[in-house]
């Protein structure tokens, strides 16, 4: 059982160009997470999604940045016009439907360098 | 407010046992959790303890909950070279699905 698989591993795009972010959960896990890692910080959680819903969004900046998870294939995180401010670790976690565990598995994450 | 708390680093001798402490604000936390991360790598779920349990061992881990102070403790056993990394605390509320991380703390190893 392939764990949560996150592609590319690292991107490099220039100011005001787009970036997207793959994650591909765990086999048999709905729930998807996505959390962005600044430089020397802990994680900070963006954005929670089950299959072709977002349930929690409270940690997505208002603005250019959007997520999905279609009924088929990967989980994206969409950055448009990055700025350097978004040049971070950005990690996708997954987690079964049943939630009793409460455990989230994480990728091995994105690092986006914006020049 | 959801705030979690770590020292930020910690250097201990080949052999002796790391203790690394966190303290944490919410307490409708359900799950705490210790995370390690390695240089360049992501997150390995290292261990975790329910809220409504006070002690928790796993080989070299043991985790210890204080639910009335909401402070959270990891101690490595035996500390190896190997266990060098940044090591996260991190709460799930009964609220939200989300996971509330610490800052992390740099654990360093002396030979």
């Known amino acids: 059982n392939a764990g949560v698989m996150q592609n590319p591993r690292h991107l490099v795009r220039r100011r005001g160009q787009e970036a997207r972010l793959r994650c591909s959960p765990m086999k048999g896990h709905s729930h998807v997470y996505w959390y962005r890692q600044l430089p020397e910080e802990g994680l900070k959680f963006m954005v929670y999604l089950q299959k072709e819903n977002i349930i929690d969004e409270s940690g997505m900046p208002k603005e250019r940045f959007s997520a999905e998870f279609p009924k088929e294939g990967p989980s994206i995180l969409r950055i448009q016009q990055v700025v350097r401010g978004d040049s971070a670790a950005y990690f996708c976690a997954s987690s079964p439907p049943d939630q009793n565990t409460d455990t989230q598995y994480f990728g091995p994450g994105t690092r986006l360098t914006v020049l | ?111």
């Open chain 2, 1 to 111: 407010g959801e705030d979690v708390e770590q020292s930020l680093f910690l250097s201990v001798r080949e052999g002796d046992s790391s203790v690394i402490n966190c303290t944490y604000t919410d307490s409708s936390s359900t799950y705490l959790y210790w995370y390690k991360q390695e240089p360049g790598a992501g997150l390995q779920l290292l261990t975790y303890i329910f809220s409504n349990m006070d002690m928790k061992q796993d080989q070299r881990l043991t985790v210890l909950l204080n639910k009335k102070d909401k402070h959270l403790s990891l101690r490595i056993a035996d500390t190896q070279t190997g266990d060098s990394a940044i090591y996260f605390c991190a709460e799930r509320l009964a609220s939200a699905s989300k996971i509330i991380f610490g800052s992390g703390t740099r654990l360093s190893i002396r030979p």
